[in-house]
């Protein structure tokens, strides 16, 4: 089955760029989607279609996608960018919604 | 506004059975696939399975940690989801969610609160 990598943890200074990779084979071919889950929370949908934001998420917030890494990149880091966040692919080979293993992210 | 609602959590022993129902409102049901994800205290997320809207078949796909284990089903009448799950192991113990998607491969744009499923003697 696909495989999406995730670096367990990330940290930034606020105000600085923030930049969450996802690893998988030839990711660049699929539509990734990425989600924000802050403690005690459901996740929240941030990314989808591989760039797009939806409606009510700060331009701050993009992500890119080619070869065999996806990136969701966060700008000018605020301190409630906190949270957990999670890449995901359809997985067309099997039908099966595939996610990443998750990013910490920690705002110094 | 679209909300999903998941009820039907509970503390439930090895082998036993349980469903889980996902309550959506703000729009129709049958318009979309619903898929339920689940998370383990502390750990990551993880996709159970889905459901189709009628438009693609209605059929299912599953994890294999799940299949032939748990079982999802709708009625959109009711504008409800099903989490059927049988044979249930400690390993199931886990935060439930509902989501729903325009089909398989679009996002998940919409997620419920989940619903607490511990599984223990």
């Known amino acids: 089955s696909y495989v999406l990598t995730q670096p367990p943890s990330v940290s930034v200074a606020p105000g600085e760029t923030a930049r969450i990779t996802c690893g998988g084979n030839n990711i660049g071919s699929k539509s990734v989607n990425w989600y924000q889950q802050k403690p005690g929370q459901a996740p929240m949908l941030v990314i989808h279609?591989?760039?797009a934001r939806p409606s009510g998420i700060p331009e701050r917030f993009s992500g890119s996608n080619s070869g065999n890494t996806a990136t969701l990149t966060i700008s000018r880091v605020e301190a409630g960018d906190e949270a957990d966040y999670y890449c995901?692919?359809?997985?067309?080979?099997?039908?099966?919604?595939?996610f990443g293993g998750g990013t910490n992210l920690t705002v110094l | 506004e679209v909300q999903l609602v998941e009820s039907g959590g509970g503390l439930v022993q090895p082998g036993r059975s349980l469903r889980l129902s996902c309550t959506a409102s703000g729009f129709s049901l049958g318009d979309y696939a619903m898929s339920w994800v689940r998370q383990a205290p502390g750990k990551g997320l993880e996709w159970v399975g889905f459901i189709r809207s009628k438009v693609f078949g209605g059929t299912t796909e599953y994890a294999a940690s799940v299949k032939g284990r748990f079982s999802i089903s709708r009625d959109d009448s009711k504008s409800i989801a099903y989490l059927q799950m049988n044979s249930l192991k400690t390993e199931d113990t886990a935060l439930y969610y509902c989501s729903r998607a325009l089909s398989g491969m679009h996002p998940l744009d919409y997620w419920g609160q989940g619903t607490l499923v511990t599984v223990s003697s």
């Open positions: 279609y591989e760039s």
């Open positions: 995901q692919v359809w997985d067309s080979s099997h039908d099966h919604v595939v």
